[in-house]
């Protein structure tokens, strides 16, 4: 990374973090719900677009996030702040016997199976009284909480939650999992035979992923003090990373950021105009998805592919003596295969 790229990065850090300062409380709010929603989109993009593996059932552990943060505050004691922790720690923890059932799923019907998973956590708690059933729960503890020290500190959660995102975004494509993971993206088959342990790196990047996810499903529903199970397990999460991620750019760690930007100027904007607001979401996807298949940072990018704050790492180039059938399937190779599990 360039030294100007992080002097800018630096200045929105410094500006973010002293937003509860000079900005109002409903802007620190709309931040704390930016911030949430960039940390799943960058989670789900980095499992998806990075890695080809496609969960529609995301939202699960943003409902899981959530009921952990109240459960260890309501039945323990714990501090709702730190009851955020443990929120990422049980969704981290449900996501190993959770992948272990759906990874026995390929292609569209692991995505179909995820989603089916999410279903029965929900009805889970749907039919368990002690956390509220059907009618939600309230974070008492939360509500009992100075509103504007409350406010304040939801918000530099939140913010925690989106940068600890982009660092594991970051560690992750400069490392040699990123190189496997999107190896494996392009061809599981392919990733195999060159010695890549596949069900290892799947499983761990999808519990990496569900356990940020259940950290940013913690602190968004921090934020609003109530939970309600059709809501916190509801598919409209998943569906939101899905569509910021694809219009931003599949693939990318500029796409989430410029996507999720996109979304909120857009809901800010068009609200007020009731259901015309969610017909201008749904071209503006068609667009995207039809015409500008790399997004608005392909587009910003003038088509050419890549990440400009992380670029990847590149394999080192085959010694010439190999021959061109054995360069072929090596590190350098590319394939138009694409798997989406």
Not at 6 to 35: D, M, N, Q, S, Y
Request: one cysteine or more; charged letters at 10%; aromatic letters at 12%.
């Amino acid at each position: 990374m360039r030294r100007a790229e992080l002097g800018f990065l630096w200045c929105c850090f410094v500006a973010l973090a002293a937003a509860p300062f000079w900005a109002g409380e409903g802007i620190v709010r709309k931040l704390v719900a930016f911030l949430t929603v960039l940390a799943m989109v960058q989670l789900w993009n980095l499992m998806a677009g990075f890695g080809g593996v496609v969960s529609v059932g995301q939202q699960a552990y943003v409902g899981i996030g959530a009921y952990a943060m109240w459960s260890a505050s309501a039945w323990f004691g714990i501090s709702p702040f730190l009851g955020v922790l443990v929120g990422g720690a049980v969704a981290g923890l449900l996501a190993i016997p959770t992948s272990r059932l759906a990874f026995r799923l390929k292609g569209a019907y692991f995505a179909v199976g995820t989603w089916v998973i999410a279903e029965v956590y929900r009805l889970l708690v749907v039919n368990f009284s002690q956390m509220g059933s059907g009618t939600g729960v309230t974070i008492s503890a939360a509500v009992r909480m100075d509103r504007e020290m409350r406010g304040n500190v939801t918000y530099w959660l939140a913010l925690a939650v989106a940068l600890a995102a982009f660092l594991v975004v970051y560690l992750v494509l400069r490392s040699r999992v990123g190189i496997a993971l999107t190896a494996i993206r392009d061809s599981d088959v392919a990733a195999g035979s060159l010695g890549v342990d596949v069900g290892r790196v799947k499983l761990w990047i999808y519990i990496v992923c569900s356990a940020g996810t259940g950290l940013a499903g913690a602190v968004a529903y921090l934020s609003v003090l109530r939970i309600q199970p059709d809501a916190a397990f509801s598919v409209n999460w998943s569906s939101l990373m899905i569509f910021l991620a694809v219009i931003g750019g599949l693939g990318t760690i500029e796409g989430p950021i410029i996507g999720t930007v996109i979304f909120f100027v857009l809901q800010e904007t068009l609200y007020r105009y009731g259901s015309l607001y969610l017909i201008v979401l749904g071209l503006f996807a068609v667009i995207i998805t039809v015409w500008l298949p790399q997004g608005v940072w392909g587009v910003i990018r003038g088509g050419r592919s890549g990440n400009v704050l992380v670029p990847h790492r590149v394999p080192p180039a085959l010694p010439a003596s190999l021959s061109p059938a054995v360069a072929a399937t090596g590190p350098g190779a590319s394939t138009n295969s694409t798997s989406t599990n």
